[in-house]
């Protein structure tokens, strides 16, 4: 009886995560700014962990833990590396102050 409710429930939580990925990726394609497209990256890498390890109950396979675990550590390097992406880019050489010399 109870592993049947937990297949029940875990069915039930990936289509619920399944339902969150279509807003995500609509924000991904069409954000007005940079920054809710980085939300957007770290947001879809979140999610697909969360189906990875969805399907390691289901399947009742570990080895969808591993890839749970890549996908969450590929995410977060990409929004890593967004971020600093957008922070390059967001510098201009003109706004950056000089550094007075002093002369001793």
């Known amino acids: 009886m109870i592993s049947g409710l937990i ?14 990925v279509a807003p995500v990726a609509w924000r991904l394609l069409a954000g007005p700014s940079s920054a809710d ?30 890839i749970a675990l890549g996908i969450a550590l590929v995410g977060f390097l990409a929004a890593v590396a967004f971020a600093r992406l957008l922070e390059r880019s967001g510098t201009r050489p003109a706004e950056t ?6 002369v001793e």
Not at 40 to 66: E, N, Q, R, S
Not at 97 to 102: G, K, L, N, T
């Open 7 to 20: 297949y029940w429930a875990a069915g039930l939580a990936a289509a619920i995560v399944a339902l969150g």
């Open 37 to 66: 497209r980085a939300i957007a990256t770290d947001m879809l890498g979140l999610l697909g962990a969360c189906l990875a390890a969805l399907a390691a109950v289901i399947a009742g396979d570990a080895a969808f833990l591993t």
């Open 97 to 102: 102050p000089q550094r007075e010399r002093v």
